[in-house]
Nanobody
Framework: QVQLVESGGGLVQAGGSLRLSCAAS????????MGWYRQAPGKERELVATLTNGGSTNYGDSVKGRFTISRDNAKNTVYLQTNSLKPEDTAAYYCYTRTQPPCRRYNYWGQGTQVTVSS
């Protein structure tokens, strides 16, 4: 199993920046990718960014050019640098990881960290 702990959310004015962190523990050797999703009230959870072990990234269309995902493998931590924040970025941000053999294939989620952008 993998445990995920997020930090770094908060309240920021439009145009500002935040850096989210997510530390993984447990079966980290089985991790194949890490990333972030977000969910605003009344909306479905949507992709923010993912990063595979091979270095491939995938960003949601609404954050391309503003958000950057990175990873410190030694610390088993993934980061999301959010710049030029907009009120529509307000959401709960969830860290995500998936595991592969020799562990079972499974998706794990963090507890979420709230990002609120004021206009």
């Amino acid at each position: 199993q993998v445990q995920l702990v997020e930090s770094g959310g908060g309240l920021v004015q439009a145009g500002g920046s935040l850096r989210l962190s997510c530390a993984a523990s447990g079966d980290t050797a089985c991790i194949s990718a890490m990333g972030w999703y977000r969910q605003a009230p009344g909306k479905e959870r949507e992709l923010v960014a993912t990063l595979t072990n091979g270095g491939s990234t995938n960003y949601g269309d609404s954050v391309k050019g503003r958000f950057t995902i990175s990873r410190d493998n030694a610390k088993n931590t993934v980061y999301l640098q959010t710049n030029s924040l907009k009120p529509e970025d307000t959401a709960a941000y969830y860290c995500y990881t998936r595991t592969q053999p020799p562990c079972r294939r499974y998706n794990y989620w963090g507890q979420g960290t709230q990002v609120t952008v004021s206009s």
